[in-house]
């Protein structure tokens, strides 16, 4: 192949396509809005949970359709080094509640979702995130 052709296949494989560009470096935070009516503390999350996967967290409103097992965690054996003691403290502001509860489902042995959740005071209405993890 000449360096023309190569150039000429490159400036074509760089095309924009209108798909979302996708990046091979650090991932980029992104957050998914699933309920309009999600706190303004929640919205301005914008991180991620290491993992395997280094899903995003994300916002959720509805109910969960699972066939794993369901395990409730708290928030220490969530979060034991305290990483994401930003998120707690988010949805705890969002909520006005003081415990915010850590669930998991175990969609496969590998393949997991974590709901972070508490009951807003004001509203009645469970606020959260959610995200999901690959752990080998």
Known sequence: MSEDDYSAFLDQANQDTGAKATSTGSHQPRIKAIDAEVPSGLQKIDRFYVSDADEPFEQFRDLVRHTGLVSSLTVDQWDPKSEYKDIVQ???????????????????????????????????KIVGLRTRAVET
């Open 90 to 124: 988010a949805i705890e502001e969002a909520s006005a509640a003081e415990h915010v509860r850590i669930y998991r489902i175990e969609h496969s042995k590998t393949k997991l979702e974590y709901f972070i959740v508490a009951l807003d005071q004001k509203s009645s």
